[in-house]
């Protein structure tokens, strides 16, 4: 299972960035996965920012995204999307994308959950 980030870029606060995180593989059956994206800023600790089981769409947030960004997917390109509106300076960070064989609400939040990793796309956004 290989999964590639896309979409980080350049934004000023209040703009809008969508990534996207594209799997692929042929070991990779998407309605066994949970998809979720991670952050990690300078200095800090690799955070959880949303994640989606593929099978039925259910998703999660953390609280510092929730309202602003949404995670999709899209059954037909293997991706799955995180729309980020009303960005801030604090949202500025490497963000990456992981692929989880199990979805427990009380622990998908937790990087060592998952197995698969994206490379990263960063995001800065300037105040």
């Known amino acids: 299972v290989q999964l590639q980030a896309s979409g980080g870029g350049l934004v000023q606060a209040g703009g809008s960035l969508r990534l996207s995180c594209e799997a692929f593989?042929?070991?990779?059956?998407?309605?066994?996965?949970?998809v979720g994206w991670f952050r990690q800023a300078p200095g800090r600790e690799r955070e959880f920012v949303a994640v989606i089981k593929w099978s039925d769409g259910t998703t999660n947030y953390a609280d510092s995204v929730k309202g602003r960004f949404t995670i999709s997917r899209d059954n037909a390109a293997l991706t799955v999307l995180l729309q980020m509106n009303n960005l801030t300076h604090g949202d500025t960070a490497v963000y990456y994308c992981a692929a989880a064989t199990t979805f427990i609400l009380g622990s998908i939040r937790r990087p060592s959950e998952y197995q698969y990793w994206g490379q990263g796309t960063q995001v800065t956004v300037s105040s």
């Open positions: 593989g042929r070991a990779f059956n998407r309605y066994r996965y949970a």
